[in-house]
């Protein structure tokens, strides 16, 4: 990092950040619900070397990102003027600028292991680095949950991606051996020990390397979705219903709210039972909740694709104790549960499917539960 940063820039940086993807265990789509999730950290991670600049300038450079150097400056940074990747550190800046923090330019370097648009969040990896960076740079003595808003409110305001906080929270708040629980609308979250290996389990993320053109409009379509029938039923989001109240509520309720209704409430309850799971040190019981979740995800939120769906199936069929999809939908990231010594038949039984079936070779990523984002260098 030093030494590209050098040849980049002509200097050397002041330090490095590094923050890392997620795969959600559990509770997917429920952030924007004031709900709960329970995702982990993983080791896969972006890194952004930093050094601090006196005229303003703020400038970009990713090993990932073709082409040159971006220039900006920090003062006039507005929503829409970036449409490049560089969007996600700058509307860090900016984000900050919103919150009332004096923060000036910079000279950043980004380099990652979190694939691209895998549905392991590397856009929440990249604002979370940088937003690390720029509090320890200007001393602004933010804590984690603080920043990890910033680089949400990035997200959202700058590079116009209408996400929940779960990414960033994840990725700012985790830490190594532990997946987060979090209750968004507590705003509070809870580490609970997470160390599948210790019971000869393993985790393994399957890239399916698709990302259907469906999901930016979609996503946008289900929250709104969600957030009318928290209108209809009269409750602030839909994390206020328990699966007792499903009967009730559903026929108060157009068809196609019903169904992500019940995801909603089925998926927060999920998350619950997992946290209980993983307490009583049950790691290898949390798969059934992880295929219930992946079914529901299919079949009520309908935001599953082929691809994903063969992972799951043909992870089950080759003994994995769950799967699921992860992220938001159409394609992105599996995860699959299973005993250690199962975990490469079936990467081997998947990758066998996937060219069976014509599609493109997926990405197999052994996961861990890893630490958050924090200064390395
Ligand atoms: P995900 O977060 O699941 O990986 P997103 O579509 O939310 O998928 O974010 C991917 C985008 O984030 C990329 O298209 C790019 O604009 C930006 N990005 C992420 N990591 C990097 C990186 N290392 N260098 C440059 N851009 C990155
Ligand atoms: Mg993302």
Same mark, same amino acid.
């Given at each position: 990092?030093?030494?590209?940063?050098?040849?980049?820039?002509?200097?050397?940086?002041?330090?490095?950040?590094?923050?890392?993807?997620?795969?959600?265990?559990?509770?997917?789509?429920?952030?924007?619900?004031?709900?709960?999730?329970?995702?982990?950290?993983?080791?896969?991670?972006?890194?952004?070397?930093?050094?601090?600049?006196?005229?303003?300038?703020?400038?970009?450079?990713?090993?990932?990102?073709?082409?040159?150097?971006?220039?900006?400056?920090?003062?006039?940074?507005?929503?829409?003027?970036?449409?490049?990747?560089?969007?996600?550190?700058?509307?860090?800046?900016?984000?900050?600028?919103?919150?009332?923090?004096?923060? *000036?330019?910079?000279? =950043?370097? %980004? $380099?990652?292991? +979190?694939?691209?648009?895998? !549905?392991?969040?590397?856009? @929440? &990896? #990249?604002?979370?680095?940088?937003?690390?960076?720029?509090?320890?740079?200007?001393?602004?003595?933010?804590?984690?949950?603080?920043?990890?808003?910033?680089?949400?409110?990035?997200?959202?305001?700058?590079?116009?991606?209408?996400?929940?906080?779960?990414?960033?929270?994840?990725?700012?708040?985790?830490?190594?051996?532990?997946?987060?629980?979090?209750?968004?609308?507590?705003?509070?979250?809870?580490?609970?020990?997470?160390?599948?290996?210790?019971? *000869?389990?393993?985790? =393994?993320? %399957? $890239?399916?390397? +698709?990302?259907?053109?469906? !999901?930016?409009?979609?996503? @946008? &379509? #289900?929250?709104?979705?969600?957030?009318?029938?928290?209108?209809?039923?009269?409750?602030?989001?839909?994390?206020?219903?328990?699966?007792?109240?499903?009967?009730?509520?559903?026929?108060?309720?157009?068809?196609?709210?019903?169904?992500?209704?019940?995801?909603?409430?089925?998926?927060?309850?999920?998350?619950?039972?997992?946290?209980?799971?993983?307490?009583?040190?049950?790691?290898?019981?949390?798969?059934?909740?992880?295929?219930?979740?992946?079914?529901?995800?299919?079949?009520?939120?309908?935001?599953?694709?082929?691809?994903?769906?063969?992972?799951?199936?043909?992870?089950? &069929?080759?003994?994995?104790?769950?799967?699921?999809?992860?992220?938001?939908?159409?394609?992105?990231?599996?995860?699959?549960?299973?005993?250690?010594?199962?975990?490469?038949?079936?990467?081997?039984?998947?990758?066998?499917?996937?060219?069976?079936?014509?599609?493109?070779?997926?990405?197999?990523?052994?996961?861990?539960?890893?630490?958050?984002?924090?200064?390395?260098?």
């Amino acid at each position: 990092m030093r030494e590209a940063f050098r040849r980049i820039y002509g200097a050397d940086p002041e330090g490095i950040w590094a923050a890392p993807g997620r795969v959600n265990l559990i509770g997917e789509h429920t952030d924007y619900n004031d709900g709960f999730a329970l995702p982990i950290a993983i080791p896969q991670h972006t890194l952004v070397a930093a050094r601090r600049r006196r005229d303003g300038r703020l400038r970009l450079h990713s090993a990932q990102g073709d082409g040159p150097v971006i220039d900006l400056h920090a003062d006039r940074l507005t929503p829409g003027v970036v449409t490049t990747w560089g969007a996600y550190p700058a509307g860090v800046v900016w984000a900050l600028h919103e919150a009332g923090h004096r923060v *000036g330019g910079a000279d =950043l370097h %980004v $380099d990652s292991t +979190v694939p691209s648009g895998a !549905g392991l969040s590397s856009s @929440a &990896a #990249l604002e979370c680095a940088v937003a690390f960076a720029y509090n320890d740079l200007y001393e602004l003595g933010l804590g984690p949950t603080v920043l990890a808003l910033i680089a949400q409110r990035a997200e959202n305001g700058f590079a116009g991606v209408p996400c929940g906080a779960m990414d960033q929270l994840a990725s700012a708040c985790c830490t190594d051996g532990a997946a987060l629980h979090l209750d968004i609308r507590a705003g509070t979250h809870e580490q609970v020990p997470f160390a599948p290996q210790a019971q *000869g389990l393993g985790l =393994l993320a %399957v $890239d399916t390397r +698709v990302k259907h053109d469906l !999901g930016d409009g979609a996503y @946008a &379509a #289900l929250r709104t979705g969600c957030e009318r029938a928290a209108r209809l039923l009269g409750l602030a989001a839909l994390r206020d219903l328990g699966p007792q109240d499903l009967p009730r509520v559903l026929e108060l309720l157009p068809s196609r709210l019903v169904r992500l209704v019940r995801h909603v409430v089925t998926e927060n309850a999920r998350v619950t039972q997992a946290v209980s799971l993983l307490r009583a040190g049950q790691v290898a019981a949390l798969g059934p909740i992880l295929t219930a979740g992946h079914v529901s995800l299919r079949d009520d939120f309908r935001i599953s694709c082929a691809e994903s769906d063969l992972v799951v199936d043909t992870a089950l &069929a080759h003994g994995a104790h769950g799967a699921r999809m992860t992220g938001g939908g159409f394609g992105g990231s599996v995860i699959v549960l299973a005993e250690e010594d199962r975990v490469e038949p079936i990467g081997v039984a998947v990758t066998e499917a996937f060219r069976a079936a014509g599609y493109q070779a997926p990405q197999l990523l052994p996961v861990a539960a890893a630490a958050g984002a924090r200064r390395v260098g």
